[in-house]
């Protein structure tokens, strides 16, 4: 085989280079976090219920967020129909922030720990600088 070694040397530094990341972070990894639902709102809560379901808020609350956004903005619509039938205003800052009024401990802690950076708060009244 033609300059077999060398080739052999080029893609064993290849795969080291490439994999690199996964070296060099290993053991580094931290657990999830888990978001405080400890609010007066919530606590007073016969039924500790969301608008949709806990699986679906954990992984599609930015769609239904974007949704709302353009519907109210675009579309001048403000009442979301949940899949239980029950009907809630669509706003961030009184419906969503109302239960969940603590932002550091329910929304920042999932947000840095995947190194999101939503743009809610462009618009909206950060919870903090309402106090």
Partial sequence: MYNARGILIGL?????????PFWFNMGKATSAPVPSLDTPAIRQMQEKVCIEGKEFMRTQHMELLRDWRNSVVRDGRRIYVATDGKQYNMSLQNTCMEC?????EFCDVCHEYASVKPDC?????????AN
């Fill in 121 to 129: 708060w462009t618009c909206h009244v950060d919870p903090k600088e």
């Fill in 100 to 104: 969940h009024s603590n932002k550091e």
């Fill in 12 to 20: 064993c530094i290849f795969v080291a280079l490439i994999t690199s």
